[in-house]
Structure formats: structure tokens, C-alpha cells
């Protein structure tokens, strides 16, 4: 949405004069400088009772360096590392002047680096460290649930990277042996731990949306420009020295190659969808509830490098076989579906690789008002002026929480915010946490305290389970543009204890 400075800024501060309006956090009581991080007051944690948990991290790459560089020392000691790129290996500790990746060394100094065991694989990391009790995966899609599962039946629990898995089937093996195994499985869907989408969130379930029928969510990048592919990575000089002779097949991958261009293979990836979609339709099914969607369609295509001369643009020889650029069209129950089955609310995603004037999120069209979540970082929100009252991109906002039927935004009097908000946006700090760190210290928390239970009773806000329902929209969205068809979802599916998949259903293989 194209809105200008002023109205972006009235949009934010619309947003947090209307969390400090509804909002029933303990910080707007005056505590909030008693906790140290919001994660804790926001997901229900505290400090660790007892010692650090013994961590070790598998996969050391561009998400590997993150969660390094984001994890919580007071809540995980890091023993070892596994990587089966020497160069990655060498970047968890010296980071790579981003500063997203500052590398260990920065983050917890020389001495304790030198502690730090490294090894090339996760087997070898398993076989000499029993002491560890968590391991934390961030590898290529193709191969989370073989170390996953490797991981719990060495007795560890897990926190492993989005997507889930490469396939349904995959993803229900892995919450099965972790029940087996009795270890906690939390999935890197970083937006449960989001302060921004849990206010956002309390915005929308609080009813100050009115009904929302439609969300439009995208992840929009340009790669156009000459070597602006960041999943065409090249091949590193140290990796193809260090690796000629190793067996790469024995690790799941035909070749260096496709090692590091994993994300442009079927065999190693799973496109748009699973590595970017995959985050969007989390959020949206969060905003609907958690509620599991009805049907999926869509169009995928190589349209831009598949057609000679354009994607060529970079001179790099390309293999792809991934689309790159993705539409979808998802039906979700609205909140009263089980009365009428009318009541559907429809979600577009999109994903395109040639434009990033709109880069990511999701906008929330309600009968009330709109919210505009913008690259973790944002949240704006307007009022719908139907009621002859100002509204839309220009007019700032209350909420009056006396209504009969529920709080509702009204248009705001006067042209500033509101004491509240501005100690709301004091209380919630500067920069946005996307919410790793906050995930890393729940899962330790969560193994201190022996908490298995469900995210209701203050267990993981991820698990196996959830996860696998952002993994079954963003698969069966590839099934559907890759047969070219409107797929009706199966609640046996979702289900753990089912063996039913969409990739083995013969509706949909048909
Ligand atoms: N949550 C997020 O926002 C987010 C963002 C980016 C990536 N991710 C996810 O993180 C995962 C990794 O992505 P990436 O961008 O870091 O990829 P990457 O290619 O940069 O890194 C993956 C690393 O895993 C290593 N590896 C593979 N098999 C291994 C094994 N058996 N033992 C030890 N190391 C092994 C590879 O050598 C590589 O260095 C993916 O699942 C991706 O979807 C999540």
C-alpha cells in the first residue's frame, strides 16, 4: 500500500495508542522495568531455574550465524558446533561484518570460544557430546527431519528451523519420535515470539478490526539486478579446495552445488513457498485464530529465469528448477463457519522476485479497520470512516473500550498520541526483536521446567504440531500450482496419529 511518511507515522502511532488502550500487560502498570526482556512478561517465562542448558548448534550458515548471534548465554551454553562447510564453520566464530552475524568470538569472547568443540557433521557432534541436552538445526530443508530424528533418538531436544519438513509425512515422523523420545520439538516460526505480532495479534482477537473477510500478504524481493540472487550463492574457493573428495551424497545432497544452492532444487528446497510463504501464512493463520484452512489454488512459474534473456541477466549459468514467482489463494473459516458456511475470509499470498517496492508482511482488510504488519518491524492501523467520522490513512484513533459488544477504535480528538502510547512505545523499547532470542529462552525454559504441555498452559508456542499446519499450507500450495488445482484440505492431515498426506492423497495426486 502506497501511503506516504506522515500517514505511515500516524499509522504506527495509531497502533500503539490502540495496544495501550486494550492492552492488559503488566508493564503498563509500571513493572516493566523490573523484567529485563518483554519475551518473559509477553510468553510467560522467567529466568532459568538451574544451570544453562548444554547446547550444541547443527548447520552454522546465513540463519546458523543469526540464531548464534541472537541465542541467550543465561539461558544456553553453547558446547559445540557442526557444520559441514569448513567456511561456515570458521564464520559462526568470526561472523561476517553483518551485523545480523557478528560471529561468537564478539558475542562471547575469545576464552569461552576456545571451549566450543566444532566438528563437520551432526553425528559426530552427537557421539562426543552426550552432556548435551538441546541442539538447535539450521540446515537445508531436505535434511531436517533426518537430523532432527537422528537428534532425538540421541536423547536431545530440538529446536529446528522453519520449514518444518520437505514433505507431511516427514514432518509427522518427527512429532512422533519426539512423543517417543519424551523430548520437547519447537519449530522456528519466529513470529510466536514477536512482541510486535502478539500486540498486533491482541489487536485483531480484541475485535478492533470488526470482521476482517480478506488478507493480503506478500514477500516481494528484485533479483533482477546483475548478482542480486542471494539463493544463487556462489561456491566458496575454501569449500571447493576443502571438499573435493567428500561423500555428499551420504549427507543428501547430489553435489557442492546444490549444498549451497539448496534452495533452488526440488530435491533440497521447496521453493517460495516453503522458505518465505511458509512465515506470511503463519501469520495469517495466527490472526484467524489457528484455525486450519479449507481449500488452496494458485499459479507458480519460472518467469523470470526461465525466459531467455532475462534471467540470464547475471551471465551465472542457471539451474534452477524452483519457481520464481508464486500467487496463492487460501479459503479460512471466518469465526462463525460452523453456523454458515458462507463465512469464509480468503487470504492472497504472493511472492515475486522482479519488484520490492512492497517488501513484506500482511495487510488486514476488516469491516472496521485495516492493519499493515510490515517487515517484523511495524505495525500500522486505521479506521474505517464509515461511521461519519474521519477515517483512513490520514486520521488518528482511540479505543473505546466501554462499547456494548466489545472495545472498538473511534477517531481520536485530538492530532498527537496519547500519554499512554508514548509510554507504550517507551515500554515496548526500540528496536524490534524478531523474536529468536525469545524462542531459545522459552525452549530452556521450557526443558528446566519440564513443561510439555500446550502453548495454553505455557509450553512451546511452536511445537511440532502447529508447525506442521504452516508446513502442510506452504506444500500443498506447491501441489496445487504444480497440478494446476483448487485443493480442498483434509483435517486428517493436520492430525499427528494419521499416516494421510497431501503428497500420497489420490485427490490430489489424481
Ligand atoms: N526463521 C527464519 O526467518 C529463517 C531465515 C532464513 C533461513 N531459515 C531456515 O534456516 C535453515 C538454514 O538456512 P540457511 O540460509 O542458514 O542455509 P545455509 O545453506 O546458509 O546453511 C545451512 C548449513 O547447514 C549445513 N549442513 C547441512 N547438513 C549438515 C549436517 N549433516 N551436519 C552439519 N551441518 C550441515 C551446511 O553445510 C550449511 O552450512 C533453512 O531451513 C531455512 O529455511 C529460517
Same mark, same amino acid.
Given at each position: 500500500?502506497?501511503?506516504?511518511?506522515e500517514?505511515?507515522?500516524?499509522?504506527?502511532?495509531?497502533?500503539?495508542e490502540?495496544?495501550?488502550g486494550?492492552?492488559r500487560?503488566?508493564?503498563?502498570?509500571?513493572?516493566a522495568?523490573?523484567?529485563?526482556?518483554?519475551?518473559?512478561?509477553?510468553?510467560?517465562?522467567?529466568?532459568?531455574?538451574?544451570?544453562?542448558?548444554?547446547?550444541?548448534?547443527?548447520?552454522?550458515?546465513?540463519?546458523g550465524?543469526?540464531?548464534?548471534?541472537?541465542?541467550?548465554p543465561?539461558?544456553?551454553?553453547?558446547?559445540?558446533?557442526?557444520?559441514?562447510?569448513?567456511?561456515?564453520?570458521?564464520?559462526a566464530?568470526?561472523g561476517?561484518?553483518?551485523?545480523?552475524?557478528?560471529?561468537l568470538?564478539?558475542?562471547?569472547?575469545?576464552?569461552?570460544?576456545?571451549?566450543?568443540k566444532t566438528?563437520?557433521?551432526?553425528?559426530?557432534?552427537?557421539?562426543?557430546h552426550?552432556?548435551?541436552?538441546?541442539?538447535?538445526?539450521?540446515?537445508?530443508?531436505?535434511?531436517?527431519?533426518?537430523?532432527?530424528?537422528?537428534?532425538?533418538?540421541?536423547?536431545?531436544?530440538?529446536?529446528?528451523?522453519? &520449514? @518444518? +519438513?520437505?514433505?507431511?509425512?516427514?514432518?509427522?515422523?518427527?512429532?512422533?519420535k519426539?512423543?517417543? $523420545? #519424551?523430548?520437547? =520439538?519447537?519449530?522456528?516460526?519466529q513470529?510466536?515470539?514477536?512482541?510486535?505480532?502478539?500486540?498486533?495479534?491482541?489487536?485483531?482477537q480484541?475485535g478492533?478490526?470488526?470482521?476482517?473477510?480478506?488478507?493480503?500478504?506478500?514477500?516481494?524481493?528484485?533479483?533482477?539486478?546483475?548478482?542480486k540472487?542471494?539463493?544463487?550463492k556462489?561456491?566458496?574457493?575454501?569449500?571447493?579446495?576443502?571438499?573435493?573428495?567428500?561423500?555428499?551424497?551420504?549427507?543428501?545432497?547430489?553435489?557442492?552445488?546444490?549444498?549451497?544452492?539448496?534452495?533452488?532444487?526440488?530435491?533440497?528446497?521447496g521453493? &517460495? @513457498? +516453503?522458505?518465505?510463504?511458509?512465515?506470511?501464512?503463519?501469520?495469517?493463520?495466527?490472526?484467524?485464530? $489457528? #484455525?486450519?484452512? =479449507?481449500a488452496?489454488q494458485?499459479?507458480?512459474?519460472?518467469?523470470?529465469y526461465?525466459?531467455?534473456?532475462?534471467?540470464?541477466?547475471?551471465?551465472?549459468?542457471?539451474?534452477r528448477?524452483?519457481?520464481?514467482?508464486?500467487?496463492?489463494?487460501?479459503?479460512?473459516?471466518?469465526?462463525?463457519?460452523?453456523?454458515?458456511?458462507?463465512?469464509?475470509?480468503?487470504?492472497?499470498?504472493?511472492?515475486?522476485?522482479?519488484?520490492?517496492?512492497?517488501?513484506?508482511?500482511?495487510?488486514?482488510?476488516?469491516?472496521?479497520?485495516?492493519?499493515?504488519?510490515e517487515?517484523?518491524?511495524?505495525?500500522? &492501523?486505521?479506521?474505517?470512516?464509515?461511521?461519519?467520522?474521519?477515517?483512513?490513512?490520514?486520521?488518528?484513533?482511540?479505543?473505546?473500550?466501554?462499547?456494548?459488544?466489545?472495545?472498538v477504535?473511534?477517531?481520536?480528538?485530538?492530532?498527537?498520541?496519547?500519554?499512554?502510547?508514548?509510554?507504550?512505545?517507551?515500554?515496548?523499547?526500540?528496536k524490534?526483536?524478531?523474536?529468536?532470542?525469545?524462542?531459545?529462552?522459552?525452549l530452556?525454559?521450557?526443558?528446566?521446567?519440564?513443561?510439555?504441555?500446550?502453548?495454553?498452559k505455557?509450553?512451546?508456542r511452536?511445537?511440532?504440531?502447529?508447525?506442521?499446519?504452516?508446513?502442510?499450507?506452504?506444500?500443498?500450495?506447491?501441489?496445487?500450482?504444480?497440478?494446476?488445482?483448487?485443493?480442498?484440505?483434509?483435517?486428517?492431515?493436520?492430525?499427528?496419529?494419521?499416516?494421510?498426506?497431501?503428497?500420497?492423497?489420490?485427490q490430489?495426486?489424481a
Amino acid at each position: 500500500m502506497n501511503l506516504s511518511p506522515e500517514e505511515k507515522k500516524i499509522g504506527q502511532d495509531n497502533y500503539k495508542e490502540a495496544v495501550a488502550g486494550l492492552n492488559r500487560r503488566a508493564f503498563l502498570k509500571g513493572t516493566a522495568a523490573a523484567v529485563p526482556g518483554l519475551g518473559g512478561l509477553y510468553f510467560g517465562y522467567s529466568a532459568l531455574n538451574g544451570s544453562p542448558v548444554k547446547v550444541g548448534f547443527i548447520g552454522t550458515g546465513d540463519e546458523g550465524s543469526v540464531l548464534l548471534t541472537q541465542h541467550p548465554p543465561k539461558y544456553m551454553d553453547i558446547v559445540a558446533i557442526a557444520d559441514l562447510r569448513p567456511s561456515n564453520r570458521k564464520r559462526a566464530f568470526d561472523g561476517d561484518g553483518n551485523e545480523n552475524r557478528v560471529g561468537l568470538r564478539k558475542k562471547l569472547g575469545a576464552e569461552t570460544c576456545a571451549k566450543i568443540k566444532t566438528y563437520a557433521t551432526h553425528k559426530e557432534l552427537l557421539e562426543k557430546h552426550p552432556e548435551i541436552e538441546a541442539v538447535v538445526i539450521a540446515v537445508p530443508l531436505n535434511v531436517h527431519a533426518q537430523i532432527t530424528i537422528d537428534c532425538l533418538e540421541a536423547g536431545k531436544h530440538v529446536l529446528c528451523e522453519k &520449514l @518444518m +519438513a520437505h514433505n507431511v509425512t516427514e514432518c509427522k515422523a518427527m512429532i512422533r519420535k519426539a512423543e517417543e $523420545k #519424551k523430548k520437547l =520439538l519447537a519449530v522456528g516460526h519466529q513470529r510466536h515470539y514477536s512482541v510486535l505480532y502478539e500486540n498486533a495479534n491482541d489487536l485483531v482477537q480484541g475485535g478492533l478490526l470488526g470482521d476482517i473477510k480478506f488478507i493480503r500478504a506478500n514477500w516481494h524481493r528484485n533479483n533482477s539486478f546483475p548478482n542480486k540472487d542471494s539463493w544463487n550463492k556462489p561456491v566458496g574457493k575454501e569449500d571447493i579446495a576443502t571438499l573435493k573428495d567428500f561423500d555428499f551424497k551420504q549427507w543428501g545432497f547430489d553435489s557442492l552445488e546444490q549444498l549451497v544452492k539448496w534452495r533452488l532444487f526440488n530435491k533440497t528446497g521447496g521453493g &517460495l @513457498m +516453503a522458505e518465505l510463504g511458509s512465515h506470511q501464512l503463519d501469520a495469517c493463520s495466527i490472526f484467524l485464530g $489457528k #484455525k486450519h484452512p =479449507l481449500a488452496i489454488q494458485g499459479y507458480g512459474g519460472k518467469n523470470f529465469y526461465g525466459v531467455k534473456g532475462l534471467g540470464s541477466i547475471d551471465k551465472q549459468e542457471d539451474h534452477r528448477e524452483i519457481d520464481d514467482h508464486v500467487y496463492v489463494t487460501l479459503e479460512f473459516p471466518g469465526k462463525h463457519y460452523e453456523e454458515d458456511k458462507n463465512d469464509i475470509v480468503v487470504v492472497t499470498y504472493s511472492s515475486i522476485n522482479t519488484n520490492a517496492m512492497e517488501p513484506y508482511g500482511e495487510t488486514l482488510f476488516g469491516s472496521r479497520g485495516t492493519m499493515i504488519t510490515e517487515l517484523e518491524q511495524n505495525v500500522m &492501523l486505521f479506521k474505517e470512516g464509515g461511521d461519519g467520522t474521519p477515517g483512513g490513512p490520514g486520521a488518528r484513533i482511540e479505543v473505546d473500550p466501554a462499547k456494548k459488544g466489545g472495545p472498538v477504535l473511534k477517531t481520536s480528538d485530538t492530532n498527537a498520541p496519547s500519554t499512554a502510547a508514548v509510554s507504550t512505545a517507551g515500554a515496548l523499547g526500540g528496536k524490534v526483536s524478531r523474536g529468536y532470542t525469545e524462542e531459545m529462552e522459552h525452549l530452556c525454559f521450557c526443558i528446566r521446567e519440564n513443561n510439555f504441555e500446550s502453548r495454553e498452559k505455557g509450553g512451546l508456542r511452536c511445537n511440532g504440531t502447529h508447525a506442521m499446519g504452516d508446513a502442510i499450507m506452504a506444500l500443498t500450495a506447491n501441489l496445487a500450482m504444480k497440478k494446476k488445482k483448487r485443493i480442498d484440505f483434509k483435517e486428517s492431515w493436520f492430525d499427528p496419529k494419521s499416516d494421510d498426506a497431501p503428497e500420497t492423497d489420490p485427490q490430489v495426486l489424481a
